[in-house]
């Protein structure tokens, strides 16, 4: 019995330890697997292109990261350019993607979390404070502010944000992500701005304020300042 006990424990490690290792974009077993975006086949990310019909433009995008975007038509001030495997297919299973992000003077990219990626930041131009928060039970805020040149990361799947404090010049960043595609979801849009909403009852007990507050949040205009 005392040798079933130790091979089921062995087992049940083991599957931990599997887990934990694809918890992630899965690795290449070749050397690229081209995204064929018309495949009918589903899988968990693309099918491969044939690699007889791949070329470098699958690994190209004239994506003019270095020319700055909007952020004047943005309600929270902030411009997100992502780079994913949707617009570059040669991505598909290499783990990593990038953005570019511009914000206005007081501008911000607002608290969200990107559920498959961690995310590495560089300011390019301006100053931001930036900062993530822990899991429960601590929500430890973790903050810094940047400058031109300096590196931030936010761990996978915590909340994090960033906020230009300079009320007269913008900054501009680039991040790198762990994954094909990352994904976002803004809190504010997600928890306010649901489709079908969340019930203000739900709401008003969880924030604790009366439910007309919940219902005048609700009936503004969450933006999307990913492009």
């Known amino acids: ?35 064929d975006m018309h495949s009918p086949v589903l899988v968990n990310g693309f099918a491969c292109l044939n690699p007889m019909d791949v070329n470098a433009d699958h690994f190209f995008k004239a994506a003019k990261l270095d020319t700055p975007r909007n952020t004047k ?67 430890t805020l973790f903050s810094k502010v940047l400058n031109k040149g300096d590196v931030f990361v936010f761990p996978v799947g915590l909340i994090h944000f960033q906020f230009n404090p300079n009320p007269h010049e913008p900054a501009v960043a680039i991040a790198a992500l762990s994954s094909q595609n990352p994904g976002a979801i803004t809190i504010a849009n997600a928890v306010f701005g649901s489709k079908p909403p969340i019930s203000d009852k739900v709401l008003a007990k969880a924030f604790q304020v009366e439910k007309g507050t919940i219902d005048w949040l609700q009936a503004q205009f969450w933006e999307n300042n990913h492009y």
Request: aromatic content about 6%; charged content about 10%.
């Open 73 to 139: 038509d943005s309600k929270v001030g902030s411009n997100v350019t992502l780079i994913n495997v949707m617009q570059l297919p040669g991505l598909n299973t290499l783990g990593i993607s990038i953005a570019r992000i511009d914000y206005a003077p007081l501008g911000e990219n607002p608290p969200h979390t990107h559920p498959r990626a961690t995310e590495i930041l560089t300011v390019l131009e301006g100053t931001l404070y930036v900062a993530f928060v822990t899991s429960n039970p601590n929500n």
């Open 1 to 35: 019995m005392a040798s079933a006990s130790s091979f089921c424990l062995l087992a049940a490690l083991l599957a931990l330890v599997s887990w934990q290792a694809i918890a992630s974009d899965p690795s290449p077993l070749q050397d690229f697997c081209v995204a």
